[in-house]
């Protein structure tokens, strides 16, 4: 059984599919959970055509299960071992009961983890992680995390905090959610705008939109902005003439895709990631878990903007 999806989230359609086969240096898992986020709803709705993304592409950029068949070159350790992985950026293939990884993106699950905590923390980590690393975040330092409420942002609060950040300010759209970004970390809560605060040395940007280039005047001099996320659409085309005035602050604007990281860089620090929630330093954030036929009601719920940290879906 898998997922095919696109247009309105009632286009998602639960389908049939040949079992997969794993071809040289894959392997098949059968999943366990399989992580729902911001970036399945943009490809569903359409947003992200250009990337190549057609009618009865399967979502799910990341799993969690037990590896059943493993291809020609594949240590034959891995069968049978419980693990967490990413999928082939532009493929992607993790609404099935079965999906097809990578064996050099394959990391073991530690024990004390489960699979949809591994799925809800793990990808998210990673972004986050190394748009924090992209941003040359070092411990005092003042962070802004914009767009915190959702599967990245979640994490970015908690990684700036163990990274030993100075001042941890969110912007999100509610109070409450402001108390739940205030117990992971955060130690100021802005509204969507964030006006009325400056004076930071990294802003982590999740949403981009028109409205990105007003988070400049945020900034310290030799502040830089990292959009990893643009959950609102691209900046504007005038972001280089709205940074301009700035010039005497010596501003950095860059962008970060954990599609730049290296499969070895990935499984290092995902498994840092999911060791530490295995200790419990590290909180895995799961608004919800449903069953994969119901994938419709995940992608409603995050069209609606109801999410706060990331869905997972377990296959029945
Ligand atoms: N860099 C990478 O390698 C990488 C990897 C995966 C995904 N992504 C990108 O990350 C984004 C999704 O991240 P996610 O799953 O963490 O996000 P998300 O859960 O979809 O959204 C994050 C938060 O942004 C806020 N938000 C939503 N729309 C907004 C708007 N128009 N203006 C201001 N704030 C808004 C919402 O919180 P409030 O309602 O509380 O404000 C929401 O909870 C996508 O753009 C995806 O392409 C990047």
Not at 109 to 118: E, Q, R, Y
Not at 169 to 179: H, N
Request: negative net charge.
């Amino acid at each position: 059984m898998a997922v095919q999806t696109f247009g309105d989230p009632g286009g998602l359609a639960v389908v049939d599919l040949p079992a997969p086969r794993p071809a040289a240096g894959e392997v098949v898992i059968t999943t366990e959970a399989i992580g729902v986020g911001g970036v399945d709803a943009l490809i569903r709705s359409g947003a992200f055509a250009a990337f190549g993304f057609e009618a009865g592409h399967v979502l799910g950029g990341e799993v969690a299960g037990t590896v059943t068949a493993i291809g020609a070159g594949v240590d034959e350790s891995w069968a049978g071992a419980r693990v967490w992985t990413p999928l082939p950026s532009g493929v992607g293939g993790g609404y099935a009961e079965q999906a097809v990884a990578r064996a050099t993106t394959l990391v073991r699950l530690p024990p004390g983890v489960s699979a949809v905590d591994a799925v809800t923390l793990a990808g998210s980590g990673v972004v986050a992680h190394f748009g924090l690393r992209h941003a040359h975040f070092a411990p005092g330092e003042s962070v802004l995390v914009r767009g915190a409420a959702g599967g990245i942002g979640v994490l970015a609060v908690q990684l700036a905090a163990r990274g030993g950040a100075g001042a941890i300010a969110v912007t999100t759209s509610s109070a409450e959610r402001g108390a739940r970004l205030r117990a992971l970390g955060a130690t100021h809560v802005l509204d969507r705008s964030g006006e009325g605060s400056t004076g930071y040395d990294v802003i982590i940007d999740i949403v981009g939109g028109e409205e990105l280039p007003s988070f400049f005047a945020r900034l310290n001099p030799n502040g830089r902005l990292v959009v990893v996320g643009a959950i609102a659409g691209p900046p504007p085309a005038r972001l280089a003439a709205d940074m301009f005035p700035a010039f005497r602050k010596s501003l950095s604007f860059a962008m970060f895709s954990a599609d730049s990281v290296s499969d070895a860089d990935r499984r290092t620090v995902a498994g840092e990631l999911l060791a530490a929630a295995g200790r419990g330093e590290v909180a895995a954030v799961v608004h919800d878990v449903l069953p994969l036929a119901h994938a419709e009601l995940a992608h409603r719920q995050l069209d609606a903007g109801a999410v706060f940290g990331r869905i997972a879906l377990v296959p029945e």
